[in-house]
């Protein structure tokens, strides 16, 4: 192998190993959410375009336990999520990491573990290839 070749092989290794890693945290954290988060009613209070994004993401606000005003932008968006401004979501968060909410739908809960996953089985695969192409 040369050494561009071991590179490659490496940086795949790498992408897939992260990529695998990623989706089993958050396939994690849903669990953990599904069995032991605090559930409330989420509105969609504002929306921002990043300029390297050709869709805008909505910014989800909702009420803690303690009555404290909670804003946190979805992981998974999208032009077909279906959250336009106004809009009312279910949401659910670990009570001891706010900043982890998660909007709770099926919609927007597994295409996040889906693409980390499939990731990494692109990657990895793409390792494997480098290594018996040669």
Do not use: C
């Amino acid at each position: 192998m040369t050494t561009g070749e071991v590179t490659g092989f490496a940086l795949a290794v790498l992408a897939g190993l992260l990529s695998l890693w990623g989706g089993v945290r958050e396939a994690r954290l849903q669990a953990r959410l599904r069995r032991y988060g605090v559930h409330a009613e989420g509105l969609v209070v504002d929306q921002y375009l990043a300029p390297s994004d050709d869709y805008s993401t909505p910014v989800i606000e909702f009420t803690d336990r303690q009555g404290r005003p909670v804003r946190f932008t979805p992981v998974a968006t999208g032009t077909r999520m279906g959250m336009e401004l106004g809009t009312q979501v279910p949401v659910v968060y670990p009570p001891e990491h706010l900043e982890n909410a998660r909007v709770f739908t099926r919609k927007h809960l597994r295409p996040t573990v889906i693409s980390l996953l499939t990731g990494s089985v692109l990657f990895l695969g793409a390792a494997v290839w480098i290594a018996l192409t040669r």
